[in-house]
């Protein structure tokens, strides 16, 4: 068919009728609704002696460009689904478009809409979409309809993300199905900013396959009341949002508990080894129970006079020394049995001292041995 002609205009079916012996003109002032789907028609023209016009019907048609509407500042809806649009541009004098129609086309920026504040509706599914490409959303139009949108239908676009889209705070109707959205937690990010969400459509999407999906959407907004096709329980639906306030609850009071005593679970914590038997000291990083008793042993014997007899000729006078000299170590805690000291076990002990000339030096403030290595005698 091509373009639209007066013709065509005076035998376009509409709801207002021709009355008798009006002329044309007067006629086409007064229509409002045109329906031109399904003509052939590939250019939008002659339509402006339709001053009232609010909507205009040409789905199913080969419309290129969007065009010649600068007169239709009165048009609220416009149906052009199905044609052979590359762009959204020439509607920047509808500023009381409220309904757009898009789906079927080859468009891929949502751009050209910053001029239409009262935009309710926008339906841009199923585009024709270059290999590899999806639908993109331009960001002066996404600000613009951000304060008035409530209707948005991007379903089979190639989206993975709609992360952008939670500034759209007054959606009450979304559809996004068929695409690849996997990512759970961004949904819930999205439904957190959209307070007043009624249906939600997003069958086909690869976080469907997830256990218990659908619980989890409905958990993530108190409003919808409509889920891929079916009505959400109320009685379901309560039962899930005490569900998900009582775990919320339990696992608040968890990580209270970890804050306030850090230490029971911490894995870095080293445990305090048990105080040796029969010893005052209680831990091994400090003192050293094991070497405890050596420095005693070390103290003891630089402090010991030479006698005729050894070192430790009287057993009594042995542990009299130790006691004075180590009042906190290991051995003070033994019995010491008198008939187990002998020369024949303990050679060393009972050796004739050595002379001054060749005795080691010892510091005095520390149990660090400052002489020549001591052979041991066997």
């Not at 926008?122 to 304060?147: I, T, W, Y």
């Not at 249906?199 to 919808?224: A, H, Q, Y």
């Not at 079916?230 to 899930?240: G, Q, S, V």
């Not at 091994?284 to 070497?291: A, K």
Request: proline share 6%; with cysteine; charged share 25%.
């Amino acid at each position: 068919m091509g373009k639209i002609t007066l013709e065509m205009l005076a035998k376009c079916p509409s709801h207002t009728k021709k009355k008798k012996d009006e002329n044309l003109q007067h006629y086409l002032k007064r229509l409002t609704h045109l329906y031109f789907a399904e003509k052939g028609v590939d250019e939008i023209d002659n339509l402006s002696p339709c001053k009232n016009l609010s909507v205009l019907y040409l789905y199913d048609n080969q419309i290129a460009r969007i065009q010649n509407l600068g007169f239709a500042t009165n048009l609220t809806h416009l149906y052009l689904q199905n044609n052979k649009l590359a762009r959204i541009e020439g509607l920047d004098h509808c500023k009381r478009l409220s309904k757009l129609y898009l789906g079927n086309n080859a468009i891929t920026v949502i751009e050209g809409l910053e001029k239409l504040e009262n935009l309710r509706e926008l339906h841009m599914e199923k585009q024709r979409l270059p290999p590899g490409e999806k639908l993109l959303f331009e960001p002066r139009s996404l600000e613009c309809l951000s304060r008035s949108l409530n209707v948005l239908n991007i379903s089979e676009n190639n989206i993975d993300s709609i992360d952008e889209l939670k500034s759209l705070t007054r959606m009450t109707q979304f559809f996004v199905e068929n695409n690849y959205l996997c990512d759970m937690k961004e949904m819930s990010r999205v439904l957190a900013c959209w307070p007043s969400l009624l249906r939600l459509e997003t069958s086909g999407n690869p976080f469907c396959t997830k256990k218990k999906f659908r619980d989890r959407i409905i958990v993530m907004s108190n409003s919808l009341v409509m889920l891929d096709g079916k009505e959400i329980n109320d009685t379901a639906k309560r039962f899930l949002i005490n569900w998900k306030a009582t775990k919320d609850a339990r696992r608040k009071q968890k990580k209270q508990l970890q804050f306030e005593h850090p230490s029971s679970n911490s894995l870095s914590t080293v445990p305090t080894l048990p105080a040796l038997k029969g010893s005052s000291h209680s831990t091994f990083p400090g003192s050293g129970y094991l070497t405890d008793g050596v420095n005693s042993m070390v103290r003891l014997s630089a402090a010991v006079e030479p006698s005729p007899t050894g070192y430790f000729g009287n057993p009594k006078t042995m542990t009299a020394l130790v006691q004075a000299r180590a009042p906190h170590s290991t051995l003070l805690r033994q019995r010491v049995h008198h008939s187990n000291i002998s020369q024949s076990r303990f050679p060393n002990i009972f050796a004739p001292p050595r002379t001054m000339a060749n005795e080691p030096t010892w510091d005095t403030d520390s149990d660090i041995y400052s002489g020549a290595p001591v052979p041991l005698q066997t």
